[in-house]
C-alpha cells in the first residue's frame, strides 16, 4: 500500500506541474479535430473502468483527487497569481519544478530501505522519469483535444467541461503509473531491461518534443520558445540517459565495458546540449537584451553544465564512482536550493535583473532597446513598473528615449486628435498624477490606481490630455469615475471603464491593457453607434429592458444602472 500511496502521490505532482502550466491558456487558438479528444476521453474511461472490475479503487480514488487539484491549480494559473500578475514574479514553472523534484529519488529510496542506498536511488530515478514522461505525453494530448476550441461547451457548462477536461488528463496520468507499474516486473533479464528501459524514452522523446512545438509555436514564434523548448528537451535526455545507465550497471557485470562508454557519452550528450543552450542564450542577448526567461535559464543552464562535468568525472572514476556521486549530490543539492530561494527574492530575481538590464541598455542609448522593450516592461511585474517609472523620469533629459517611450500608441482605427497645447514629459507626469488624486476609484483599492496608472503610462502625452481634460474636476464637474471591469471575464487583460458623468455621448470610455495591445480604446455610447466605432454595436437584452454593449460571444455589459454591475446573457 505505501508503494501505491508513492504512486498517487507522484500523479499529483504531475498534476501540479500540468495545473502551473495552464496548458488550456497557451493553446486556445489551436484548431484540432475534436474526435480525437472523444477518442481519448473514451479510452481513459475505458481503462479506469477495467481498474475497477480487476478491484483497484483506490487508482479511482486518486484520478478523481488528481483532477480535483489539477482543476484547483489551473483556475490559480488562470487568473493570474502564479503567471506574475499579482505576485510580480514569474518563474518558469516546468524547469523549476524539475529543480524541486531532485530529491525525491532519495526519498523514495529511503522509504524502502531506511537508509540512501545509492543502487535504489537511481533506480527510482528511472522509475518516476519514465512516469513523468509518459503521464506527461498524456497530459498534453489530452489537453490539446479537449480543451481548444471550447469543445462540448455547446452542450454542458464550459466551466464544467473545463473540469472534466482537467479530471480526465489526471486519469490518464494515474493510468499510466499503473501500467508502467505492472509491466515493470514482466522484463526479468537484466538485457531485456535494460534495453526496455534505454529505448523507452527515445520513443517518447520525440513525441513530447512535437507537443511542445505545437503548445509553443502554435501561439508565438519569439526565440523564447525555442530555448524553452531545446532546454527541456535537454533536461528530460539528459535525465533519461544518465537514470538508465547509472541504475542498470548495478545489476550485472558482463555490460560493464558497455556502461562506461555510454556513460562517458551520456556525460559528454549533457555538456553539449548545456554549450548549446548557452550559446542560445547569448545570442538572444546579443539582439533583445535580457528577458526574465533568459535569466531563468541561465541558472538552469548553469546547473546543468555543473552536473554534467561533475558526472562526467564521476563516471570516467572506475570503481569508485558512486563515492564520487554521493560526494557530488553532497556538495551540490544546497546550492541548487540555494539559487532557486534567491530566485524568488529581489537578491536573484529574474524580473529585477532583467529590467535593470532593460533601463541600462536605455540610459546608454543602445540600439537594441526599442518600443518592444518598452513595451514588455510592463509584463514585468513590480520591477518592469519601476523600470518605466525610472525611464520616464530620465526621457525629460534624454529626446531619444522620450522618442521611443512616446511610441507606445494604442491602436485605435480612428484619427487621433492632436490638442492644440504641446507638453512636456515633465509636465506629462505631473498630469497623470493630478488625476489619480482626483478620480474617485470603484473599488477603492491600491491595484485599481496602479492598473490606471499603467495604462495611461502607456499612453503617449499628447493623447492624454484627452483624458485629463475630460476627467479634471471643476466647481459644476466632479470629475471622473474609473472602475475595475472585473465583471467582463470575456475581455483579455485587466480593463478599467471610465465614467466621465458628462452627457455627451461619448460618457462610457473602456481602456484595456493587456499583452498584445498595451491600451486599446473602446467607446462605451448611450444611442446607436456606427461600424467604424471601436467595439460592437448596441443591441436591446431581452428581460433588461436596456440597450447594452456586447463582449465577446455572449456577455454584455448594462450601461444604465452600471454602480451595480448588471450583465445580462443574450
Not at 508503494?3 to 504531475?14: H, Q, R, T
Not at 472490475?53 to 491549480?73: E, K
Not at 530515478?125 to 509518459?134: E, K, M, P, S, T
Amino acid at each position: 500500500m505505501k508503494k501505491n500511496a508513492l504512486i498517487v502521490l507522484s500523479g499529483l505532482i504531475l498534476g501540479g506541474i500540468f495545473g502551473l502550466l495552464d496548458v488550456s491558456s497557451m493553446i486556445a487558438d489551436q484548431n484540432v479535430n475534436p474526435v480525437i479528444g472523444y477518442g481519448s476521453a473514451g479510452a481513459v474511461l475505458t481503462i479506469l473502468a477495467t481498474a475497477g472490475m480487476i478491484q483497484l479503487p483506490w487508482v479511482i480514488a486518486g484520478t478523481v483527487l488528481n483532477g480535483l487539484i489539477i482543476s484547483f491549480l489551473a483556475s490559480f494559473a488562470t487568473s493570474g497569481i502564479l503567471t506574475g500578475e499579482y505576485s510580480g514574479q514569474t518563474v518558469n514553472a516546468t524547469p523549476m519544478l524539475m529543480i524541486i523534484l531532485l530529491p525525491l529519488p532519495f526519498l523514495v529510496a529511503y522509504a524502502q530501505t531506511r537508509r540512501f542506498d545509492y543502487a535504489i536511488i537511481y533506480q527510482s530515478a528511472w522509475n518516476i522519469c519514465w512516469r513523468v514522461f509518459a503521464a506527461l505525453a498524456c497530459l498534453f494530448w489530452v489537453a490539446i483535444y479537449s480543451t481548444a476550441l471550447g469543445i462540448g461547451t455547446d452542450i454542458v457548462d464550459p466551466e464544467l467541461m473545463r473540469f472534466i477536461s482537467w479530471l480526465i488528463a489526471g486519469a490518464i496520468a494515474g493510468v499510466v503509473a499503473i501500467l508502467t507499474d505492472r509491466l515493470e516486473p514482466s522484463f526479468t533479464s537484466p538485457r531485456s531491461r535494460f534495453i526496455a528501459h534505454l529505448i523507452g524514452p527515445q520513443l517518447l522523446l520525440p513525441l513530447m518534443a512535437l507537443m511542445m512545438l505545437i503548445v509553443f509555436f502554435g501561439t508565438e514564434s519569439n526565440s523564447d520558445s525555442q530555448l524553452s523548448i531545446s532546454l527541456t528537451v535537454w533536461a528530460m535526455l539528459s535525465c533519461s540517459i544518465i537514470a538508465t545507465i547509472i541504475s542498470e550497471r548495478n545489476e550485472t557485470e558482463r555490460l560493464q565495458g558497455a556502461y562506461d562508454k555510454l556513460g562517458k557519452v551520456a556525460a559528454i550528450a549533457v555538456l553539449v546540449f548545456g554549450f548549446l543552450s548557452a550559446q542560445l542564450l547569448y545570442e538572444d542577448f546579443q539582439n533583445f537584451g535580457l528577458a526574465p526567461v533568459d535569466v531563468t535559464f541561465i541558472y538552469l543552464t548553469t546547473i546543468g553544465l555543473v552536473y554534467g562535468f561533475s558526472y562526467l568525472w564521476a563516471l570516467t572514476g572506475g570503481a569508485v564512482w558512486t563515492q564520487r556521486l554521493r560526494r557530488i549530490n553532497l556538495v551540490t543539492v544546497l546550492p541548487v536550493y540555494g539559487i532557486f530561494a534567491l530566485a524568488l527574492t529581489d537578491a536573484l530575481s529574474p524580473l529585477r535583473i532583467a529590467a535593470q538590464q532593460q533601463v541600462a541598455m536605455a540610459l546608454s542609448s543602445d540600439q537594441r532597446f526599442t518600443e518592444n522593450n518598452a513595451r514588455q516592461l510592463i509584463k514585468w511585474g513590480e520591477p518592469g513598473k519601476n523600470a518605466l517609472k525610472q525611464l520616464r523620469e530620465a526621457a525629460v533629459d534624454k529626446r531619444d528615449l522620450a522618442i521611443t517611450l512616446g511610441t507606445l500608441l494604442p491602436k485605435k482605427p480612428t484619427a487621433l486628435s492632436v490638442p492644440a497645447q504641446v507638453i512636456t514629459p515633465e509636465q506629462g507626469l505631473k498630469l497623470r498624477d493630478e488625476l489619480i488624486n482626483q478620480t474617485v476609484f470603484v473599488p477603492n483599492t491600491e491595484h485599481t490606481r496602479l492598473v490606471t496608472r499603467d495604462a495611461f503610462s502607456l499612453m503617449p502625452d499628447y493623447l492624454f490630455q484627452e483624458y485629463a481634460h475630460a476627467c479634471k474636476s471643476t466647481d459644476t464637474h466632479k470629475g471622473c469615475t474609473i472602475y475595475l471591469a472585473n465583471f467582463l471575464p470575456q475581455v483579455q487583460g485587466v480593463t478599467i471603464l471610465i465614467d466621465t458623468h458628462k452627457a455627451d455621448p461619448f460618457r462610457f470610455q473602456a481602456l484595456q491593457v493587456n499583452e498584445k495591445n498595451s491600451a486599446s480604446l473602446q467607446v462605451f455610447v448611450n444611442g446607436d453607434i456606427t461600424d467604424q466605432d471601436k467595439g460592437s454595436t448596441m443591441v436591446p437584452v431581452a428581460g433588461c429592458n436596456v440597450n447594452a454593449m456586447q463582449f465577446g460571444k455572449s456577455l454584455v455589459l448594462v450601461l444604465d444602472g452600471l454602480d451595480k454591475k448588471k450583465a445580462c446573457q443574450l
